[in-house]
């Protein structure tokens, strides 16, 4: 399987713990972005990454939340300090030119 | 600010019947990217298609096809003679040069046999 993938696919977690989350775009892809989704929503924007740099990040993203693609291959999204709002479907995406193509994502649930 | 809408929350219709989705979107920006995807009940998003702001040319592939018009700002979507596994939530999405896809709040299609 090429498409991207995520790990782990359910995370449940007590509140003020902290998480990471890890997605391995497509092989040969430049970009990767991260994406939250919310019951009901559509995918929120929260950064991407150009190779390993990162670009741009959301105002969603806030201090408890960083991400890292330190070698431009596989990236991993960290929440410190959980807090129930945080619960929601986080989604990688990655591109090699317009289209991107998305992860089957990672459900977070912060009792 | 970009903007999509969804207007219509859930459509459902009986397999075979057509189903239209409608998207209208907002941005200052003339060059942008217009995107169809579809998340089944297994949550992966699965793209469907891309239209781009300089080409109006409405196409057909397979059972989709789409009416992309800039005066009005839409970028409807139809599935032709729909079948129980098109059920699912479909976004429309938009992306100017900066990267990021801003997506609406999507429509949940139920097809019934």
């Known amino acids: 399987d090429t498409g991207v993938s995520q790990d782990p696919r359910h995370k449940i977690t007590k509140r003020g713990q902290n998480v990471t989350f890890r997605c391995d775009p497509i092989?040969?892809?430049?970009?990767l972005y991260w994406y939250r989704q919310t019951l009901g929503q559509g995918p929120e924007f929260l950064t991407y990454?150009?190779?390993?740099?990162?670009?741009?990040k959301s105002r969603l993203l806030s201090d408890r939340f960083s991400a890292e693609r330190p070698k431009g291959s596989f990236s991993t999204l960290e929440i410190q300090r959980t807090e129930q709002g945080d619960s929601a479907m986080y989604l990688c995406a990655s591109s090699l030119s317009l289209e991107q193509f998305f992860g089957p994502g990672t459900r977070l649930t912060v009792l | 600010a970009q903007k999509v809408t969804q207007a219509q929350t859930e459509i459902s219709v009986v397999e075979k019947e057509d189903v239209t989705l409608d998207c209208v979107y907002e941005t200052r920006d003339t060059t942008y990217y217009l995107f169809w995807y579809k998340q089944p009940p297994s949550g992966e998003l699965v793209f469907l298609i891309r239209r781009n702001s300089f080409d109006e040319q409405n196409e057909i592939s397979g059972r989709y096809s789409w009416n992309f018009q800039k005066s009005t700002s839409s970028f409807n979507f139809t599935i032709t003679a729909s079948q129980v596994v098109d059920s699912a939530v479909y976004f429309c999405a938009l992306r100017l040069n900066d990267y990021k896809l801003s997506f609406g709040a999507g429509t949940t299609v139920t097809v019934r046999a």
């Open positions: 990454f150009q190779n390993e740099a990162q670009l741009e």
């Open positions: 092989s040969e892809h430049n970009r």
